[in-house]
């Protein structure tokens, strides 16, 4: 009666569950079986590399309606950080066609800071590799971002050695992160 009264809609029952986004599951998630071993836990505060990239910081790409992110160890030397978001409609399609356009559009290429466009449906449509360089592009962090459906999965491995990602080892990983969620 309270909440009729200060105009208040209380939803309970299945209509609530509906409206609520769902979770991402474990099962999408890379596992320690691609992570050759390396048990998956959280993304530690303080990351400086976004996880859900937007190169032109003047135009909005489109937002998930949930996501879920962790990181793991890769031996002493890397450290792969997962995301995977899911999109109503066609949102992940659209998000990955406005990465590549920012890219393009806001990519900086050799020894500057920002994003820089290294190669397009490498790993079949609606994926992108590209570097997130800092340091006047001594050092960068490697990602691949793919659209499956109706998630996205970013994948990105940074380097503690040399700053400098193994772009064959990330899209190895970014492979198993793609078929995890196509079978999904």
């Given at each position: 009666m309270?909440?009729?009264?200060?105009?208040?809609v209380s939803?309970?029952?299945p209509?609530a569950?509906?409206q609520?986004?769902?979770?991402i599951p474990?099962?999408?998630m890379?596992?320690?079986d691609?992570?050759?071993g390396?048990?998956?836990?959280?993304?530690?505060?303080?990351?400086v590399?976004?996880?859900?990239p937007?190169?032109?910081?003047?135009?909005?790409?489109?937002?998930?309606?949930?996501?879920?992110?962790?990181?793991?160890?890769l031996g002493?030397?890397?450290?792969?950080?997962?995301?995977?978001?899911r999109?109503r409609?066609d949102?992940?399609?659209?998000?990955l066609?406005?990465?590549?356009a920012?890219?393009a559009?806001c990519?900086?290429?050799?020894?500057?800071?920002g994003?820089d466009p290294?190669?397009?449906?490498?790993?079949?449509?609606?994926?992108?590799?590209f570097?997130?360089t800092?340091?006047?592009?001594?050092?960068?962090?490697?990602?691949?971002?793919?659209?499956?459906?109706?998630?996205?999965?970013?994948?990105?491995m940074?380097?503690?050695?040399l700053?400098?990602?193994?772009?064959?080892?990330?899209n190895g990983?970014?492979?198993?992160?793609?078929?995890?969620?196509?079978?999904a």
């Open positions: 309270t909440a009729m009264i200060l105009g208040l939803v309970s029952g209509a569950a509906q609520r986004p769902r979770g474990d099962r999408v890379l596992q320690p691609d992570l050759g390396a048990v998956p836990g959280p993304v530690e505060d303080g990351l590399w976004s996880l859900l937007q190169p032109c910081a003047d135009t909005p790409v489109p937002g998930p309606v949930v996501s879920r992110t962790q990181a793991a160890d002493t030397r890397f450290r792969i950080y997962e995301n995977v978001a999109y409609g949102g992940a399609h659209a998000y066609t406005e990465l590549k920012q890219l559009r990519g900086v290429g050799g020894d500057e800071e994003f290294v190669a397009e449906d490498h790993l079949g449509p609606d994926s992108v590799l570097l997130g800092c340091d006047e592009g001594d050092r960068y962090v490697g990602y691949v971002a793919a659209a499956v459906g109706h998630y996205v999965v970013v994948v990105m940074s380097d503690s050695y700053g400098a990602a193994d772009l064959t080892t990330l990983l970014a492979n198993a992160a793609r078929n995890r969620v196509a079978a």
